[in-house]
């Protein structure tokens, strides 16, 4: 018996013999093994490998957007400098029900904590869209997996960034960059997972996994070479003959987002097809389980004065403290010399 037979009937008896879900068992099959066990059939055509030796700027069933430069040892994104978009994208869609798609990379820049902002790795129907959603356009339609560098959200939150999570979008969702994406988050507002991989000198990786309408995501960011899972959420649904591309965007703040390699592979998984399901290719992306629907607050309103003037403003004040410091001791200095006088 097949492995993905097995591994299909073990889905199906699982919730009447244990409380393990679909999700929580295809990911205890990946967690914890090398990154470098590849499963299922290896596609060429979505996938990138070094060296790039494209003629020019081109690179074999890719396509280049925005300020991408290509190097033997990696394509990057954006250049470590402010205001910069770029962007990959695969020419031909991927007509796999299933599939894995790992990805290795390097983020770096400045060091501190002011760092931004992230890029993201796409699953979507219309590539080489450029726009404000790490580089790629709003009210997209598919999937997308945000490496947010940089914390925009103005109110609580229990993680820290580095942080990675999930969308999925049928064209109708707006990302709200401002707040990181937590109104329209795959499996809610903290599914997802910190993954400090800024500045690292060794690579660093990520497993998108699609099987099963289970999308799992598996990191190594700590150079073990084994993954981590991340993040795990059931009943996606997913079409086929979307395409896959990855994009990166900079702001005030900036860092060099380098794509090393990319390595796709066809799973096998048996299915049973649900009736609106069985042309996959029309199949209408959407998610059972997302962020829950609220309120946005508002971010405090800049203020009028601008840079310069709050900076005058606030000298304006110091000379006025010290000023009245001043005053207080020279007041209470000539108080006491006139006591004295009395005094004798």
């Not at 007509?95 to 894995?100: C, F, G, N, Y």
Request: aromatic share 10%.
């Amino acid at each position: 018996m097949g492995r993905s037979l097995l591994l299909f009937l073990s889905l199906l008896v699982s919730p009447s013999i244990g409380s393990d879900s679909a999700a929580d068992i295809l990911s205890n099959s990946i967690n914890g093994k090398s990154i470098h066990e590849f499963r299922g059939f290896y596609k060429r055509e979505h996938s990138l490998i070094k060296p790039y030796q494209g003629a020019g700027m081109e690179i074999p069933n890719w396509d280049l957007n925005g300020g991408v430069m290509v190097t033997p040892h990696y394509i990057r994104l954006t250049p470590d400098e402010q205001s910069r978009q770029g962007a990959i994208w695969n020419r031909q869609p991927v007509h796999s029900r299933d599939w894995e798609l790992s990805v290795s990379f390097k983020v770096s820049g400045a060091t501190g904590d002011l760092f931004g902002d992230g890029f993201a790795i796409w699953y979507a129907q219309e590539p080489l869209q450029m726009g404000p959603v790490f580089g790629s356009k709003d009210y997209f339609r598919g999937l997308a997996v945000f490496l947010d560098t940089y914390s925009n959200h103005n109110g609580p939150h229990k993680h820290g960034h580095p942080y990675v999570s999930a969308m999925v979008a049928d064209g109708s969702q707006h990302y709200d960059h401002d707040r990181d994406g937590t109104h329209t988050q795959l499996g809610g507002a903290e599914t997802g997972c910190e993954a400090k991989f800024r500045n690292k000198e060794h690579d660093t990786n990520i497993l998108v996994r699609y099987v099963g309408d289970t999308l799992s995501i598996f990191v190594d960011v700590e150079g073990k070479m084994e993954w981590k899972e991340c993040m795990k959420v059931d009943n996606v649904h997913l079409p086929t003959g979307y395409y896959v591309g990855m994009s990166a965007t900079t702001g005030e703040l900036s860092d060099a987002h380098d794509i090393l390699s990319v390595k796709m592979f066809e799973q096998e998984f048996s299915r049973v097809e649900r009736l609106d399901e069985i042309n996959s290719d029309r199949i209408v992306p959407h998610a059972e389980f997302q962020a829950t629907p609220r309120d946005h607050s508002d971010d405090p309103k800049p203020s009028k004065l601008g840079f310069v003037g709050t900076v005058i403003l606030v000298l304006v004040g110091v000379i006025v403290v010290i000023g009245v410091l001043g005053y207080g001791v020279l007041y209470f200095k000539n108080k006491n010399e006139r006591s004295r006088k009395r005094f004798y």
